[in-house]
C-alpha cells in the first residue's frame, strides 16, 4: 500500500507540473504580443473595423468585423492587408475572401501572419487576388532556364 501512495505523490506533482508549466508558458506568449497602431483602413464599399491587432517580433494576429452599410450585395471581392514594417515597406500580403455580404450584414475575420518586425498594416478592398505560386515550379523553371542560356553561350 506503501507504494501506492508514493507512485501517487509522483503522479501528482507531475501533473501539478504540467499544468504550472502550461499556465506559465501560455503567460510568457501573451505578454510577447503587443498592440499594432497606426494601420489604415481604405476598403469602401464595406466598413471595416478592426477589433485587435497584435504582434510579436516573429508573427502575430488581425482579427475584426467587415460590414456591408450599402443597400447592394458586395461581392467577389477581397479585403488585402499588407503587413508592414517601421519604414512603412511591405513584408507581406494576405486576402480574405468576401463571397458574398448582403446589406446590413455583418461579418467576422481573422489574419494570422508570420513575417518578422511588423509594426503596422494596411487593408484594402480590392477586386482580384494574385494567383498563388508553387515555389518547387518556380525553381524547375527558373532551373530550366537557366540551363538553356549557359547551353546557348
Request: proline residues 2%; glycine residues 2%.
Amino acid at each position: 500500500m506503501s507504494r501506492m501512495k508514493t507512485f501517487f505523490k509522483y503522479f501528482l506533482i507531475v501533473v501539478l507540473f504540467y499544468v504550472f508549466s502550461n499556465i506559465m508558458i501560455n503567460a510568457f506568449f501573451k505578454m510577447s504580443y503587443k498592440d499594432m497602431t497606426g494601420y489604415q483602413i481604405d476598403a469602401s464599399p464595406v466598413f471595416v473595423d478592426v477589433t485587435e491587432a497584435k504582434a510579436t517580433k516573429r508573427n502575430g494576429y488581425i482579427n475584426g468585423i467587415v460590414k456591408n452599410n450599402t443597400e447592394a450585395t458586395v461581392e467577389n471581392k477581397y479585403l488585402k492587408v499588407s503587413m508592414l514594417s517601421k519604414n512603412n515597406n511591405v513584408l507581406g500580403e494576405k486576402y480574405i475572401k468576401i463571397d458574398k455580404i448582403e446589406p446590413k450584414e455583418l461579418r467576422k475575420f481573422e489574419v494570422k501572419f508570420d513575417y518578422d518586425n511588423v509594426k503596422t498594416f494596411r487593408i484594402e478592398m480590392t477586386d482580384t487576388k494574385p494567383e498563388e505560386v508553387d515555389f518547387l515550379e518556380l525553381i524547375k523553371n527558373n532551373a530550366k532556364d537557366l540551363v538553356s542560356e549557359t547551353i546557348k553561350k
